[in-house]
């Protein structure tokens, strides 16, 4: 700072002793009243702003004004960031220099806004969609569950007159092949007498096959196939005996075995579920 104040000094040639201007006072006379005019619009103050040794102390030269250069006409040579770091105001103003502004509703940037709203648009549409799928399909069952659901048994295995249990969802499913004296026996039964009372042609869908699910109606054990008084099954808990259409014919049992669903895939293959 010492070695710049120097510099300004030094520079400074236009400094004038104070004395000289003030040899004319009252005391030294004067030659006349014009004469006093022009040396009083010649005086310059001892230590007026325009001294160098008062500019270099406040960091100013002789040439140089306490009045900002930007509000002069070479302000609007300077970039607006220059000008505002040197003058500042209450106006904003921009640098266009390195931004390419666009009036509103430029007609060459519409195409482009239409571009990206339409596809902001679909992709939020897509995520809305996957949100909704996910949230359905968590709803539905699991493939160990579908698995499970249904159940394929092969029937060319199993003679006339025989039983066969199969598991379907945890339960016990009884599969039986019935002989023609057995649907004679099935049918001639009176339906006004039975407890529950149903007809034969309508728990089965081939007269050759009965499938009911294996579990009594009274307090869930599983009756024993091919037994009781009526050659069906017999329920050892609490004594129901099932005829061989699977209805109940004696016993605490309230209704007749369960049929569930079940269709023929083939003359061999049932699918059960």
Known sequence: MLRVAGRRLSSSLSWRPAAA???RGPLAGASGPGRDDDDNSARQPRFA?????FTAVRGFSSSETLVPQ????????LPATVAALKNPNSKVLYDQYN???YPPGDPSKRAFAYFVLSGGRFVYASLLRLLVLKFVLSMSASKDVLALASLEVDLSSIEPGSTVTVKWRGKPVFIRRRTDDDIKLANSVDVASLRHPQEDAER?????WLVVIGVCT????????NSGDFGGWFCPCHGSHYDISGRIRKGPAPFNLEVPTYSFLEDNKMLIG
Not at 49 to 53: D, H, K, R, T
Not at 70 to 77: E, K, S, V
Not at 204 to 208: C, F, S, Y
């Open 204 to 208: 089965v869908k081939n007269p050759e």
């Open 70 to 77: 930007n509000q002069d006409a070479g302000l609007a040579q």
């Open 49 to 53: 702003i325009e001294s160098p040794f």
């Open 99 to 101: 931004h390419e502004r």
């Open 218 to 225: 009274h307090l869930g054990c599983i009756p024993l196939p």
């Open 21 to 23: 201007a003030g040899a």
